[in-house]
T-cell receptor
Framework: AQKITQTQPGMFVQEKEAVTLDCTYD???????LFWYKQPSSGEMIFLIY??????QNATEGRYSLNFQKARKSANLVISASQLGDSAMYFC?????????????????FGKGTHLIIQP | EAQVTQNPRYLITVTGKKLTVTCSQN?????MSWYRQDPGLGLRQIYY???????DKGDVPEGYKVSRKEKRNFPLILESPSPNQTSLYFC??????????????FGPGTRLTVL
């Protein structure tokens, strides 16, 4: 089973509209972190936002917010008032704590990404 | 400026010719990692290192080697590259531990083509 699922391979959105990018995750760990990264056409990976599994408040960073629903194991990214420069690939990723106690590889597990295109 | 650097940024090589992709960070991070990105697959971890002289396999380590002799450097070595290693490679670093955000800082990427 995939650990991170992004069900939207591509999205077209009108400029200035809000965008929700879906992400569901699968873990049996109690302590984990969820990340969103943006990858523009130039290729670099840009960190957007982080949510810890024990954080009670949804994370926000400027126009980005993370809609964290722990019981549903979802961590959707919301971009308010989209801009043309938001056009990019977006990746959801998870880091699990169990990896630290010898349970396996330690690092980020990524979804396959969503290609977001903002139209004027 | 805090950053992760990778060299080269672009490389075209032939099957079997050993190559090294360098990675260096100036943030004094303990943790460093290599990922490869392939279309439709997202990023997958190749190797990681928790500290100097401590390295371990990620999800797709076959065909790769790494070393961590200094804290700032974490080179990726392909002893005998094959065409299925054609990919976009990212090096990343972060501070140790899972407390806090542990944002992984990514390098700019190295686009490798093996003919």
């Amino acid at each position: 089973a995939q650990k991170i699922t992004q069900t939207q391979p591509g999205m077209f959105v009108q400029e200035k509209e809000a965008v929700t990018l879906d992400c569901t995750y699968d873990t049996s760990d109690q302590s984990y972190g969820l990340f969103w990264y943006k990858q523009p056409s130039s290729g670099e990976m840009i960190f957007l936002i982080y949510q810890g599994s024990y954080d009670e408040q949804n994370a926000t960073e400027g126009r980005y917010s993370l809609n964290f629903q722990k019981a549903r194991k979802s961590a959707n990214l919301v971009i308010s008032a989209s801009q043309l420069g938001d056009s990019a690939m977006y990746f959801c990723a998870m880091r699990e704590r169990w990896a630290y106690s010898g349970g396996g590889a330690d690092g980020l597990t990524f979804g396959k990404g969503t290609h977001l295109i903002i139209q004027p | 400026e805090a950053q992760v650097t990778q060299n080269p940024r672009y490389l075209i090589t032939v099957t079997g010719k050993k190559l090294t992709v360098t990675c260096s960070q100036n943030m004094n991070h303990e943790y460093m990692s290599w990922y490869r990105q392939d279309p439709g697959l997202g990023l997958r971890q190749i190797y990681y290192s928790m500290n100097v002289e401590v390295t371990d396999k990620g999800d797709v380590p076959e065909g790769y080697k790494v070393s961590r002799k200094e804290k700032r450097n974490f080179p990726l070595i392909l002893e005998s590259p094959s065409p299925n290693q054609t990919s976009l490679y990212f090096c990343a670093s972060s501070s140790e531990g899972l407390a806090g955000s542990n944002e992984q800082f990514f390098g700019p990427g190295t686009r490798l083509t093996v003919l």
